[in-house]
């Protein structure tokens, strides 16, 4: 058995990485030894079976108990594969007492020469958990680590996990030389904003991607039970003479004739942010924004007083929802005085007490754009309501959900900016949005928020790929679209939170939705019976190149 080396350059936890590692090689080799066993092999003192040792094997743990705790996790495993050696080739090893060497060093692997832990000459593979800090979670020193390890001229740095860092770090360290890197990584780095700025430096530098394991959860033995969304991502920097796998899980997997950065089979293409449609559909904006402090936002017993004050004041209060809101049928008000007298809106001591204290929210601010609002505070800071009906996207829905809970709302609503609007979107147009196409979109290019799918205007929408149906073929989209509302009428007291959730979805929403997405997958010319998800983001992405060079 070749040679294997391994080096863990984690912050933390390299221990769990080497020992599982030389486990797993150990217990290969005593399969092999086991399957030869027999006459045609014979032990004499000047063979030795064993070619995995615990030498071969490098890390860095960032304090001195760690490194100990390395070290000694290394030396049980060790003593345990050499009694399973024993017991098969039923001779005697003297492995006792333990003389083997653990290379762990003491260092943060961040600013290390990894060179000084093993030469790269003589190394074949680099494995490691590095940290998972997002950018909002990283310390100073931690930000001023990423800074040096990428170089601060690299766009978009400040938004990048502190984990791309050892990607970085790693590429300086394998070019030209035939190693393989995997990285067990938050999934953040495989989706939203992250995706063009990291991957273009790391395509830059000839990263490869030679197997992927998609999104899964690592549940943490911690007490809280904190969930981490992550993937595996294994690299090199030179062609590598083997398959390239996608695991999709535990049980299912694929060749790939390529691995792009969200982890399909697909061209390295990087969806990036976009002001405009890329297929020329109707524009998306986000809802309005009060820049109130909440001062002009009002919950029941604020209608109720405002009611008993003068029942006219009714005329100034408006329906209020955002995406939690629309999903779980909570209801919430606002002052809408937009169009309204200055002598209507004095008339109400209720009101002038809410605007004035938007004015001086405003005007203490230290935006000068807020503050500039301070001159008209008795309206939204940034209105962008319509006169007509719009298609609502909640920015934020569960992962849990097969399909995102997208409403049509009346313009008598005040849609707030923790949603996304399409005010001239059509029927069709919600179709489309509904369907498992634009869905699947969305989970690949889309960013995260915790586990939740994190929707976004200008990479989501702006970049979809959206189809090309016959004049038939669109009206039989709008036909199962309008089932969906038709199914969701049935059951006016559920709220979209009741009637998307997987366990209690009704058959009559999930058969019009089944109908939707084959009536959408039909217009791509998808084969709504045999195409996976990863397929249909693929060739999405496919699309998505052509249009954007187009």
Known sequence: MENFFSINLTSEGSGNFLT??????????????????????????????IMVSIGQFYGIEINDFAVTVARTALWIAESQMMSETVELIHTDLDFLPLTSNANIVEGNALRMDWNDVVPKTELSYIMGNPPFIGKK???????????????????????????????????????????????????????????????????????????????????????????????????????MNRSKIIYINEIQSYVANNINPYLVDAPNILVKSRLNSL??????????????????????????????????????????????????NKKRWCLWLAGFNPDEIRASKFVM????????????????????????????????????????????SSERRKYIPISIVSPTTIVNGSALIIPSGT??????????????????????????????????????????PTAKQQEKIA??????????????????????DELTMPPELRKAHQD???????????????????????????????????
């Not at 090689?25 to 030869?36: G, P, S, Y």
């Not at 999104?215 to 033995?221: G, L």
């Not at 004050?309 to 408006?318: L, Q, S, W, Y």
């Not at 998800?533 to 693929?538: D, G, L, P, T, Y």
Request: hydrophobic residues 40%; glycine residues 6%.
């Open 137 to 239: 979670e990283q310390t100073k020193t931690q930000k001023d680590e990423l800074l040096d390890v990428f170089g601060k001229k690299l766009p978009g740095i400040g938004n990048l996990d502190y984990v791309t860092a050892w990607y970085r770090k790693a590429v300086d360290y394998i070019q030209n030389k035939s190693i393989l890197v995997a990285f067990v990584s938050t999934n953040s780095i495989t989706q939203g904003e992250q995706v063009p700025i990291f991957w273009s430096e790391m395509l830059r530098l000839n990263v490869i991607i030679q197997f992927a394991y998609q999104s899964f959860v690592w549940n943490s033995e911690a007490t809280d039970k904190a969930h981490v969304h992550c993937v595996i991502i294994g690299f090199s920097c030179t062609p």
């Open 20 to 49: 599982e590692t030389y486990l797993s090689l150990r217990r290969l080799e005593n399969k092999v030894i086991a399957a030869l066993r027999g006459p045609q092999i014979v032990y004499g003192d000047a063979i030795n079976p």
């Open 353 to 396: 007490d809410r605007v004035n204290k938007t004015y001086e929210f405003r005007k203490a601010s230290n935006r000068k754009q807020t503050n500039e609002l301070a001159k008209t505070p008795y309206l939204f800071g940034e209105i962008r309501q319509p006169d007509s009906k719009m298609i609502v996207i909640p920015k934020v």
């Open 516 to 550: 939707n997405d084959r009536a959408v997958m039909e217009a791509y010319g998808f084969n709504w019976r045999t195409m996976t998800e990863s397929e249909c983001v693929a060739e999405l992405m496919k699309m998505y190149q052509y249009l954007s060079k187009a």
């Open 279 to 328: 297929s020329n559909v109707a524009p998306i904006y986000y809802g309005s924004m009060p820049i109130d402090n909440g001062h002009l936002i009002l919950d029941e017993n604020d209608v109720n007083t405002l009611l008993q004050e003068n029942p006219e004041n009714a005329k100034f209060i408006k329906p209020y929802a955002g995406g939690y809101e629309l999903i779980n």
């Open 479 to 500: 036909e199962t679209a309008q089932a969906i509302l038709d199914a969701r009428e049935l059951y006016p007291n559920a709220s979209l939170a009741d009637l998307y």
């Open 427 to 468: 029927i069709f147009d919600f179709g489309i949005l509904m369907s498992n196409v634009h869905v699947s979109w969305m989970k690949y290019v889309g960013g995260r928020m915790k586990s939740d799918y994190q929707y976004s205007g200008s990479i989501v929408y702006n970049n979809f790929p959206w189809p090309q």
